[in-house]
């Protein structure tokens, strides 16, 4: 017989078809979902580096400090490169894209009108801004559930498949409607584990406290969500750094570059422990967000709130596998907070309208075809 005049039948056509893009479909399945946030840190820094007429503002002498000989540069571009060198020139360039400069005809924004944390966290997690009931950061538990709460209940894998760590001890109220249905970790808790490396941490961070009384070091948060998710296979996360906020509160403009350097190590830290590991390698997503923005102008850089337009103005990067969008997004739609969780439900092959029919629809940039 001779196999080269061989003709495939129009059903064998098909069926390979089928199989090459079954084959194509699961080698991009996403199982497993990073969402990491930067509390407060302004678009202005994320996409242009040191602002020089901030710090200014706040030190006359700011060209002696280490900051500004560490991050200072000509143009934007290569500030920002100094400031997050991992983030803009290998994570934004090689493996994902960014949302948010409105210079390149690109916004995010938050659905809330009020601009502060337990809002626009809110608006995160549930998928909707319910400012006519979440009006204060010292609202109790939060009565709505969250994109954690649907995927614990969907995924079923019990309560360590799906964790919170959060530098700010809000995220206790914040982060379920349904405390003790997955692990939650803010500030200064713990919680009964055998794992000594988080007990060590659970030691050490009160040992090294930091000086706001709500709020640890993020360098426990990011070193105690690393160990959970090394010790189990966590399918859904969320990872909240809190001290550029905190940071910007007290007008320390260096604190806050070094604080955004010090994450962008932390970045590559996650990146590198997804790749390496079989249970995360190429079946993870990592999306990087803000609860919200800040002034614009050395007058109100440090504030944000209903009476600063500006705090509605956030970022967005996604990290994706099988999405091949690259670098900054460039003359698109707007994108809004209450789209995150959508998202990462669907990336995660679940319909989060089953949770919150009134949540925001998946971004549908991520998941057009290309």
């Avoid at 079954?22 to 678009?43: C, P, W």
């Avoid at 504030?303 to 690259?326: C, K």
Wanted: include cysteine; charge should be neutral.
């Amino acid at each position: 017989m001779n196999i080269s005049r061989m003709s495939c039948s129009p059903r064998l056509i098909v069926l390979f078809l089928c199989f090459f893009a079954s084959a194509i479909s699961a080698q991009n399945k996403i199982e497993n979902v990073v969402l990491v946030t930067l509390d407060g840190a302004r678009t202005q820094e994320i996409f242009g580096g040191l602002d020089a007429d901030i710090f200014r503002s706040v030190n006359k002498n700011f060209e002696k400090t280490a900051a500004f000989k560490n991050y200072n540069a000509a143009t934007p571009k290569e500030r920002r490169e100094l400031l997050m060198p991992f983030f803009w020139k290998t994570l934004m360039t090689e493996h994902g894209s960014i949302a948010g400069n409105r210079e390149l005809k690109s916004e995010a924004k938050t659905t809330n009108k009020l601009f502060f944390s337990y809002p626009g966290y809110s608006e995160i997690l549930t998928g909707e801004a319910h400012d006519d009931v979440i009006k204060s950061n010292g609202h109790p538990q939060n009565p709505y559930p969250s994109f954690l709460d649907f995927l614990t209940r969907k995924l079923g894998k019990g309560p360590n498949a799906v964790a919170e760590f959060s530098s700010w001890d809000a995220f206790m109220r914040i982060a379920t409607n349904k405390p003790g249905s997955f692990v939650v970790n803010a500030a200064y808790e713990t919680y009964p584990t055998k794992n000594p490396e988080i007990n060590e941490l659970f030691r050490l961070q009160s040992e090294v406290l930091a000086p706001w009384p709500s709020v640890r070091h993020d360098y426990f948060t990011f070193k105690l969500a690393m160990a959970h998710m090394k010790e189990f296979q966590t399918r859904a996360i969320h990872i909240g750094f809190d001290e550029t906020d905190d940071y910007a509160h007290d007008k320390n403009y260096e604190r806050i570059l070094d604080t955004l350097h010090k994450t962008d190590n932390w970045l590559k830290e996650l990146w590198n422990f997804v790749e390496k590991d079989p249970r995360y390698k190429g079946i993870t997503a990592i999306m990087i967000t803000v609860d919200h923005g800040r002034g614009n102008s050395p007058k109100d850089w440090s504030d944000h709130g209903e009476d600063v337009p500006e705090a509605q103005n956030i970022w967005m990067a996604f990290v994706i596998p099988g999405v091949d969008l690259r670098g900054e997004w460039r003359n698109t739609e707007p994108i809004y907070q209450n789209q995150i969780a959508a998202s990462l439900c669907r990336l995660m092959g679940f319909d989060y309208s089953e949770n919150n029919p009134n949540a925001g629809k998946p971004i549908a940039r991520l998941f057009e075809k290309r």
